[in-house]
Nanobody
Framework: QVQLVESGGGLVQAGGSLRLSCAASGRTFSVYHMGWFRQAPGKEREFVAAISWNRVSTYYADSVKGRFTISRDGAKNTVFLQMNSLKPEDTAVYFC????????????????????WGQGTQVTVSS
């Protein structure tokens, strides 16, 4: 049974930083792409960042490019999201997700290309 467990959310002032972690278990971590999405109250869940299974490629939403960094550690079966220069509009529940197909390249922004999701962690940025 695949499990994704996020941690690291919290309350931070604008301009501050947070580092989210997502620990994966239940199937071979290294062959699936991983992504982060977020959902603000009353809004659709949106893509934030993704990293390919082989760690060669990373992708970011325009709204976070240059401020957020996604990475993965195969030894720990964990994906990270380093968030710097946080803004109030970054406030949301952040979800990690694991790719639906092994060794798959591309389509990282699409929710349909992920089949397992974590429970989410709240990030609140105060102005």
């Amino acid at each position: 049974q695949v499990q994704l467990v996020e941690s690291g959310g919290g309350l931070v002032q604008a301009g501050g930083s947070l580092r989210l972690s997502c620990a994966a278990s239940g199937r071979t971590f290294s062959v699936y792409h991983m992504g982060w999405f977020r959902q603000a109250p009353g809004k659709e869940r949106e893509f934030v960042a993704a990293i390919s299974w082989n760690r060669v490629s990373t992708y970011y939403a325009d709204s976070v490019k240059g401020r957020f960094t996604i990475s993965r550690d195969g030894a720990k079966n964990t994906v990270f999201l380093q968030m710097n220069s946080l803004k109030p509009e970054d406030t949301a529940v952040y979800f990690c997700a694991q790719g639906a197909k092994s060794y798959y390249l591309g389509g990282y922004t699409l929710k349909d290309n992920y089949d397992y999701w974590g429970q989410g962690t709240q990030v609140t940025v105060s102005s």
